[in-house]
């Protein structure tokens, strides 16, 4: 790297659905209050940190949890959804006013970081899925590097689309010195860790990730760190 860049990695604030207990996945849930909480302490907590790029899963809740974090960030830069893809949206969204453009942070919203597909557990409760099907099968679908769930993704699965966009789209721009943002899921950040750390598939499902909560990772020596 010519310069160095810091990478922040947040999971999206608490769900409705986390609230309730229910297996979420691709089901596009808002924050409960206390997700909105929790996304405005997360951007307290980074306030200070640059950020050029912000990148977020295709799921609401990690849409909003990057948008109130960064209502608090005090660099004075507007974040700014980019519409790439998206016929008339992002035809008609194009910014003339090249002091307003250098005053942005560009927003990219992508599938490939939302959390891991949990199939036919979508909308069930976890404590009633556990009474039903006994604490050691939910736990294999739950924490288990590659076995998924009925109709559902494992983890190895959901890292086989988060790591090669990380690679791709986000990497480069580190590589440049730029700070980047991500506001994703449990499962997709972990993927993204795995990759950062090099971790094994052991150590990966040791990995907890608190609603809220910023991580910040930078280069040393070649290698990723967290702070």
Sequence with gaps: MDKKSNLILMRHGQSEWNKQNLFT??????????????????????????????????L??????????????????????IHKGEGKLEEW??????????????VYKSWQLNERMYGMLQGLNKQETVDKYGADQVKIWRRSYDVAPPEG???????ARAIPYFKEMILPLLEQGKNVLISAHGNSLRAIIM????????????LELATGDPMVFSQHDGKWVKE
Excluded at 153 to 159: D, G, K, R, V
């Design 195 to 206: 990759y950062l750390l090099a971790l094994s598939k052991e150590q990966v499902l040791e």
């Design 60 to 81: 609401i809740r990690a849409q909003m949890s990057a948008m109130l974090a960064m209502a608090e960030h005090k660099g004075g830069r507007v974040p700014v959804v």
């Design 153 to 159: 993704e494992s983890l190895e699965m959901t890292a």
């Design 93 to 106: 969204s194009q910014i003339h006013n090249l002091h307003i453009q250098d005053n942005m942070i560009p």
């Design 25 to 58: 996945g691709w089901v596009d849930i808002p924050l409960s209050v206390e997700g909105i909480q929790e996304a405005l302490k997360a951007g307290r907590k980074i306030a200070d940190r640059p950020v050029d790029v912000i990148f977020v899963s295709s």
